[in-house]
């Protein structure tokens, strides 16, 4: 407020014009969301606008007020000099872009307008970054003199580019389960696909299937989904799959626009049996003496919880008269 108080007296010193007040502008709601307003629309880091709110023409509910009651029409513009009174009004100026459209002003002070997001940024696949829009009011479209129009300025981000691919991609073995870790990323993931391909490698560990040649576009479904930017997660073996069965596994970022990324590298796994305590400590051929009796109910019978106790009593105990020894 002090701001603009200095400014208000330097501009009646000087004699010149007294700027009107800007327009305040609001996003109200956004097809497609539930909740959004235009600081999530204002950088990639938020929830920038997505590939398909785009290509879809999702549309934004701005509301435009404190217009002064003398302005008849609302113009758009984007462009690096657009602050210039001057280049607006200059159609040869390429530095500022009129998007050509244009609203009649019917509320006076208060102008409220559903704008598809295509009109005011470039759909095409692959880009991201921020546009400035600038909106003018104005009494018509040459009437503008430097001073007298009312502006606002929002920014609008988008994100149309998936996701760099996942490094440091790893997979260990596992029975029912295998366990999956990468390093973290720098870029704005909200969750990483998981994918799986039976039989997708050979027995020496190289890779078969030709689901990932494009790593952009894998052809095969995603098997589960992580959320959040984590860096590892255990991924459950599909059930009743054979013992040496051999897996493909690969996994891609999902960013806060929704973009999927490029595939990590394609990595094999092989389903495998576990040894338990049991199989190590009693299963094999020089198992101890207490494997006779206080073991001869497995994990897998109902000996309940005191072989178990016995076992690790045993171990105590042969590990005491060892050393003794």
């Known amino acids: 407020m002090r701001t603009i108080a200095l400014a208000l007296v330097a501009g009646a010193l000087t004699a010149a014009p007294v700027a009107a007040q800007d327009i305040v502008v609001t996003l109200r709601g956004m097809e497609g969301r539930t909740s959004v307003d235009l600081t999530d629309l204002a950088t990639t880091s938020a929830v920038p606008i997505s590939q398909s709110e785009c290509n879809t023409a999702a549309l934004l509910d701005l509301r435009f007020t404190q217009i002064d009651s003398t302005r008849s029409q609302l113009h758009l513009f984007y462009g690096s000099n657009c602050e210039m009174v001057s280049v607006r009004n200059d159609t040869t100026d390429t530095s500022c872009t009129d998007l050509d459209l244009e609203y009649a002003i019917n509320m006076n002070t208060q102008v409220d307008q559903q704008i598809p997001v295509s009109s005011l940024i470039d759909c095409t696949s692959g880009s991201s970054g921020t546009r400035t829009i600038y909106v003018l009011a104005v009494d018509n479209e040459t009437s503008e003199v430097s001073g007298a129009g009312q502006k606002v300025s929002f920014p609008i981000a988008f994100d149309f580019q998936g ?26 993931i909200t969750s990483y696909d998981v994918f799986l391909v039976a039989d997708g490698c050979d027995a020496d560990g190289n890779v078969t299937t030709t689901a990932f040649d494009d790593p952009a576009n894998p052809t095969v479904a995603v ?32 960013d ?10 394609v990595q094999c796994a092989t389903v495998v049996n576990v040894d338990t305590f049991w199989d190590v400590y009693c299963g094999g051929a020089s198992a101890s003496e207490a494997c006779a009796s206080s073991c001869s109910a497995s994990p897998g019978d109902r000996g309940g919880p005191l072989p178990w106790v016995l076992i690790a009593g045993a171990v105590i105990g042969l590990a005491t008269r060892r050393r003794a020894a």
Do not use: C, H
């Open 223 to 254: 098997y589960s989904n992580v959320e959040g930017a984590t860096t590892g997660t255990s991924v459950a073996i599909p059930a009743g799959t054979a013992v040496g069965t051999n897996y493909a596994v690969a996994i891609r970022g999902v």
């Open 163 to 188: 996701p760099s691919a996942p490094t440091g991609f790893t997979v260990a073995n596992g029975e029912t389960a295998m366990t999956l870790s990468w390093e973290a990323s720098s870029d704005q």
């Open 256 to 265: 806060n626009a929704g973009n999927a990324g490029t595939v990590s590298s």
